[in-house]
């Protein structure tokens, strides 16, 4: 009996063309299989690795972990507590972080503000129509702050190749000495409304501190003179710039007592801009009061155009001659011989020094009911550089 061999090509076949390139397949598949299996185990030990951490903190009932490092509320709760019932056995001896030196000050018996606090005292500070928004703002430790100023060019000259070379000018330095003086503030608030749980203290108390602190630094940056207090930039001796000196500020005369003049009112403040100097008109800023403002958003050029344009985007400041305006209330109204105008690059003409920390003393005793909450502050400020700053008198010269 005979067997007959199945015939290649036909149906059955495996050991032909078509049989080589299913085997083949077949074995792809396979592969491609084995392979995604070992991708998906290997993604689903490293998602294991990944939330190892988490599930640990859970399971010990351990903080999240965070991007940065969190804030030590430890002072601000003690803090707290000092300023609602006058408890400052958690204040004492508790150790700021960054500083040699602990909350309590043994010196007046006050308590240093809480980071936070006092960084919202600051921000108000530096959003008011102040002096301040536009001064060079340092902190300093010491009870002085000193400004060194080169008051003259170095001296200079062109010279042959050969040529004898010749000693030049030298340059003097000026320092100017900046003292700081102690701001104080007294809000008060009753016990009862200390010891609601949901009054914000800590807000509060921020708030009134600071819009203390901004009404009478933003009056002393402008005619300070001096005791107990900065000095005033309008506080120094006002000459006419033709004349002008080192130590004192150069100022335009309008050519009119108390007014602008009737026939070019607005020549006065074109001069006054181009009285200051290139290097310091880039960064120059108009400072006067509301009054004053009313009056030169009158003014017209000869083209009939207002001088004065208000900002496009909100909270844009206005722009007097395309330079902008800071509203300071403590500038003077327009009279005979006021300097009710300034111009000038302040965060080169004038410096503000303080001491970043702030202290607060609880008092009890002195208003009852209420309970004062007196804030101290030590800070000072001057004129630093006498050339940034011009200024626009009223007068007839």
């Known amino acids: 009996m005979s067997t007959t061999e199945p015939t290649a090509g036909r149906p059955g076949n495996a050991t032909g063309p078509a049989g080589d390139v299913k085997a083949a397949l077949d074995g792809f598949i396979m592969d491609l299989k084995g392979f995604g299996a070992e991708i998906k185990s290997k993604l689903q030990d490293q998602e294991e690795r990944l939330t190892m951490p988490e599930r640990k903190t859970q399971s010990f009932a351990r903080p999240a972990l965070a991007a940065g490092p969190e804030a030590d509320m430890s002072h601000r709760n003690a803090f707290g507590t000092y300023l609602r019932n006058g408890d400052d056995d958690a204040l004492r001896g508790l150790a700021l972080e960054g500083k040699s030196m602990s909350a309590a000050v043994n010196g007046d018996g006050g308590y240093l503000v809480d980071p936070q606090t006092s960084e919202a005292i600051r921000s108000v500070l530096k959003s008011t129509a102040s002096i301040r928004s536009l001064a060079n703002v340092v902190n300093v430790e010491a009870s002085s702050y000193d400004v060194l100023i080169d008051t003259t060019d170095l001296g200079s000259g062109w010279v042959t190749e050969t040529g004898t070379v010749a000693e030049t000018a030298t340059p003097t330095i000026d320092r100017i000495s900046i003292p700081l003086y102690e701001l104080s503030a007294l809000p008060k608030a009753s016990q009862r409304l200390l010891d609601d749980s949901a009054f914000d203290i800590e807000g509060w108390l921020a708030g009134r501190i600071a819009d203390r602190f901004a009404a009478a630094e933003a009056s002393a940056f402008v005619n300070g003179d001096g005791v107990d207090k900065p000095t005033g930039f309008l506080n120094h001796a006002q000459v006419d710039n033709d004349q002008w000196s080192w130590g004192s500020l150069g100022y335009v005369a309008t050519g009119t007592n108390g007014e602008f003049d009737a026939a070019t009112p607005a020549d006065a403040i074109v001069e006054l801009v181009y009285a200051l100097g290139a290097q310091y008109r880039a ?24 001088l004065w344009s208000d900002g496009l985007a909100a909270g844009e400041p206005a722009r007097l001659l395309g330079y902008p305006v800071l509203i300071a209330e403590d500038m003077p109204d327009i009279a005979t011989d006021a300097a009710a ?28 009911p209420h309970v004062l909450f007196y804030a101290t502050k030590r800070v000072g400020g001057d004129v630093s550089d006498f050339a940034a700053i011009k200024l626009l008198k009223f007068s007839f010269v």
């Open 283 to 306: 960064n120059g800023t108009f400072v006067m009061n509301s009054k004053t403002a009313g009056k030169v958003r009158k003014l017209k050029d000869a083209d009939g155009r207002f």
């Open 341 to 368: 105008i300034a111009f000038g690059d302040f965060r080169a003409g004038y410096t503000v020094a303080e001491r970043p920390d702030m202290r607060i003393l609880r008092d009890p005793f002195s208003a009852k």
